[in-house]
């Protein structure tokens, strides 16, 4: 049976939702040590390809943090249209926003766009991973004391399916990678206040409109302390971020191309008979 295209396909963002807890976190902090990681890494990046970028683009919810981070960078909101013109620029950086987009593979294809021939795009958003911890033990506490579930935490994609993103968008070169960053925080309601202070508060379409019960919170802290302290310190707890980059470059001439199948000049078995081997 073929599907019902008539059907709208329910929103995963509440966008206004979204734009206000990002707005509230400017008056919070803002606590942005996680894109301060992210630049740390992109710059380490950058050095490594040892060129000079001199036309950059970077697409962000938090605009204050990367203008200081990317002097001179045109600075783009992660609106599902982008403000990017087609061809403009030699590096495009889409920094830790993409985990909101309804359209993952819509984002990084204008970003693609965007990019002249053998340009860059690096994109860096939260994976699979990150804050493992607290949806378990919201999951955990809330089928406890009130037996339902309600969407608290953002799914976010695994370095995987993230990666193949970006030959389906017109990429060579495609590179996935990842790092983890665990954080130490004194209870489950610290982290809370941290991630709203970094714009990272609930803002699913699908949450509920109504403040969570207090004993389902205090359950969850429980059940937080208990299963996941910080190794370090058992009176405090651990939280798990793990960053996904992603890094390809806009088709060109000059490009290393891989070898057609079949085109070894030796077989594989002739060529590891001829590797020596430590003695």
């Not at 955990?140 to 799914?155: I, Q, Y």
């Amino acid at each position: 049976m073929m599907p019902d295209r008539s059907t709208p396909v329910p929103s995963l963002t509440d966008r206004g939702a979204l734009e206000r807890n990002r707005r509230r976190a400017l008056h919070l902090g803002p606590v942005d040590f996680l894109h301060r990681i992210v630049a740390d890494e992109i710059e380490d990046r950058l050095a490594e390809v040892n060129r000079r970028f001199s036309a950059i683009a970077v697409v962000t919810g938090l605009p204050e943090f990367w203008q200081k981070a990317m002097p001179g960078a045109k600075i783009v909101a992660d609106a599902p249209r982008l403000d990017l013109q087609p061809g403009a620029h030699d590096l495009v950086i889409h920094a830790m926003a993409l985990h909101w987009a309804e359209d993952p593979v819509g984002q990084l294809a204008q970003a693609a766009r965007a990019l002249r021939p053998d340009g860059l795009l690096i994109a860096a958003c939260p994976g699979g991973r990150s804050l493992s911890e607290l949806r378990e033990v919201l999951t955990r506490a809330e089928a406890e004391v009130s037996g339902g579930l309600s969407p608290r935490v953002l799914p976010m994609g695994e370095i995987r399916d993230l990666g193949g993103l970006l030959p389906r968008v017109g990429l060579a070169l495609p590179v996935a990678d990842q790092i983890t960053q665990v954080a130490s925080y004194r209870s489950l309601f610290h982290l809370a206040r941290d991630l709203r202070a970094m714009g990272e508060g609930n803002a699913l379409a699908g949450r509920l409109r109504h403040p969570t019960r207090r004993d389902v919170l205090m359950r969850a802290a429980a059940l937080y302390a208990g299963d996941h302290p910080d190794p370090q310190d058992g009176m405090r707890i651990r939280a798990t971020f793990e960053l996904v980059f992603l890094t390809g470059w806009a088709p060109d001439a000059s490009q290393q191309k891989p070898l057609r199948p079949g085109s070894a000049r030796m077989p594989l078995a002739e060529a590891l008979s001829r590797t020596r081997k430590p003695e």
